[in-house]
């Protein structure tokens, strides 16, 4: 390949990670189907590829299909619940695309890239396509390989399957951040009654392991019961060790868990009208290299 075909391909190498990371939830499989898409690039005939960013977008888009058709099995028995693997944004960093607005924070969130496990394949890259990139149901169809109309149901059932509005994330951002670290730092001291003004009564707890390391096999409901996991948790020997690095993770308010250098988790709270709604752990060593990567 010459110089100037590969460095062609690396022009759109961000905006196709950020396409496949929203697809399949996982940096280090976005990571592989852009190096798939990259040797189908390099082996096409150039005479045949009118518009680059259209035959790319088309070539991943699929190459990520294939992929969430086998996924689907291993994530349904996954031992534990299934988290998406976090990918740090703070500071400029730009893995994700632009993170400007609510739209965009919202379409990598750890809530939502959740909830899209629900939708199957076809139905995900359409509401992806549509409400993160902007693209119409004309050029969707083009890259699925279906008519019009077929997208447009495709993304209405997609939107129906979501089953709620997007949430209004607040303007002030640095207020987000506040209430995390308030929810850390009591949580960190055991301080009960701080904990119970900040978790609201319906508030969910998930952790993934993997099964690799301890963690929570069923998610936690309710505010009196994931109060006693966060105080047990902080009451843990080990507790002492670990080091919490406030930071931006898939465009919210976020915390690190470091022993030494090494990166052990990392936690995204929810907020929602001032409380934490959810927290989700993730633990699973294999779903923080990238994070860990991104660190170095």
Known sequence: MSVGLAAEFESYRPRLFSLAYRLLGAASEAEDAVQDTFLRWNAADREAIRTPAAWLTTVLTHLCLNHLASARVRREQYLGPWLPEPVLTHGGRTALGPLETTLQRESVSMALLTLMERL??????????????????????????????????????????????????????????????????????????GLERLLAEDVVAWADGGGRVSAAR???????????????????????????????VNGEPGVLVLVDRTLIAVVVPDIEDGRVTAVRTVLNPGKLAFATSQLM
Do not use: M, N
């Open 218 to 248: 069923r998610p936690i409901s309710g505010r009196e019961k994931v109060l006693r996991y966060l105080l047990g948790l902080s009451a843990r020997p080990e507790a002492a060790l670990v080091r919490l690095e406030s930071t931006e």
């Open 120 to 193: 199957t394949p076809a139905e995900r890259a359409v509401f992806v396509l549509r409400e993160a990139f902007e693209h119409s149901h004309r050029e969707i169809a083009a890259v699925l390989g279906v008519d019009e109309a077929h997208s447009r149901k495709l993304h209405s059932r997609a939107r129906e399957q979501l089953g709620r509005p997007r949430r209004q994330l607040p303007v002030d951002a640095e207020q987000r951040s506040r209430i995390v670290e308030r929810f850390f730092a009591a949580t960190v001291e055991g301080d009960v009654a």
